[in-house]
């Protein structure tokens, strides 16, 4: 069998729209906390408003999920780890060591090359194929080279 790191790996998602309902449901029980609280009424008028525009701007996330530009890819060759977006394309990627993998989610955290500050990603298993999903985990899990500094 050959070896993890001389296989090539690519898969694609869109941005799950479980996980938005899910945000929009804690958004929701924050905003009844906020009502509930004992706070001055000027400060829960401004954490309401504050509340309603992330309800508002999930929802429309969750109307515009299926878009292309929201597609996100990565892809694992003999160079390493790129990353993929439809506004840049294919740039090259270090993975932190603190990624996560596990069934119902992969947690991606990145850098690229000229930035000094890591990024994140969540791939919930709703946002691509149950088996490439899977392949991703493996990858992430097993990949000797997974953190090693871009080339």
């Not at 804690?26 to 009844?32: D, R």
């Not at 088996?131 to 985990?137: E, F, K, N, P, Y």
Request: proline share 5%; charged share 15%; with cysteine.
């Amino acid at each position: 069998m050959p070896s993890l790191h001389r296989q090539h790996f690519m898969c694609f998602w869109q941005p799950s729209i479980r996980l938005s309902w899910a945000v929009i449901g804690v958004l929701v029980l924050a905003s009844v906390a906020a009502v509930l609280a004992a706070i001055a009424a000027s400060v829960k008028c401004v954490l309401l408003l504050l509340l309603a525009l992330q309800i508002y701007a999930q929802w429309l996330r969750i109307n515009q999920a299926q878009q292309p530009r929201l597609r996100m890819g990565l892809k694992r060759t003999a160079q390493g780890w790129q990353m993929w977006s439809s506004q840049t394309g294919w740039r090259p990627v270090q993975l932190r060591a603190d990624s996560m993998a596990i069934p119902a989610l992969v947690l991606l955290r990145y850098r690229y090359p000229e930035q000094w500050f890591y990024r994140s990603a969540a791939v919930p298993f709703d946002s691509l194929a149950q088996d490439s999903h899977r392949r991703l985990r493996v990858q992430l899990k097993f990949s000797r080279r997974r953190w090693q500094a871009v080339k």
